[in-house]
């Protein structure tokens, strides 16, 4: 057996081979530690620019056509004109699905699906939705609460607006963000002389 010459003291003098190695591990682990930083560093400053201001919802118009309740059903059709305002001027975004409900009382009576779209920045786009009713039953209450301001001539409804959407600032997109919109209370006339007032809406990304 072939023992490793003593070095000065009487220990056993490293092999060049085994004095690199360390280093070479240590070089690994400062390299990998650097680009996990930089990757971070450069999700940040992402994060950072892209952020954008708060998107701001409002309702233009509102009407009711062919409205019918019976028997604690309902039938009919809700039109709406949404306005939806970027305030940034360097991003823009992708509406990749956009779903709509109206509700009463806490209950959805109508609901409407919206055809994708892009957003420029600094950009106003108004878009018209259409929730639709079709022989929804209703609870009681609701339905005597309904009846009671057919007969007034007005209702209050809710608006509410889910959408999936995208970020996009340059060629760099963002993952899926859930967009909810809830414009509360929307005031629609039965007696079309009577002029809309325009609802702001809350807006949460």
């Known amino acids: ?27 690994v682990a400062i390299t990998m530690l650097t680009i996990i930083a930089l990757v971070g560093l ?50 823009s975004l992708y509406y990749d699905s956009i779903e709509v409900v109206v509700s009463y009382d806490d209950q959805t009576i109508a609901f409407d699906v919206v055809e994708p779209f892009y957003q ?40 509410k607006v889910k959408a999936w959407i995208r970020f996009k600032l340059g060629i760099w997109k963002s993952s899926h963000y859930n967009l909810r919109v809830l414009c509360s209370p929307v005031v629609v006339h039965l007696n079309s002389s009577k002029t809309f007032e325009r609802t702001y809406c809350d807006v949460d990304t």
């Not at 009919?76 to 991003?91: C, D, E, H, Q, S």
Request: aromatic content about 6%.
């Open 1 to 27: 057996m072939v023992h490793p010459a003593p070095g000065r003291g009487g220990l056993p003098t490293m092999v060049p081979g085994q004095q690199r190695r360390p280093r070479l591990l240590r070089c």
């Open 42 to 91: 450069a999700v940040l400053i992402s994060w950072l620019a892209v952020r954008p201001r708060r998107l701001v919802y409002t309702v233009e118009d509102g009407k009711v056509k062919d409205f019918d309740l019976r028997n604690n059903h309902l039938n009919g059709t809700f039109i709406f004109i949404l306005r939806a305002y970027n305030p940034n001027n360097k991003v």
């Open 120 to 159: 420029p920045s600094s950009n106003v786009t108004r878009f018209e939705v259409k929730p639709t009713a079709r022989s929804v039953p209703l609870l009681g209450s609701v339905s005597r609460d309904l009846k009671s301001e057919k007969s007034s001539g007005e209702m209050e409804l809710d608006i």
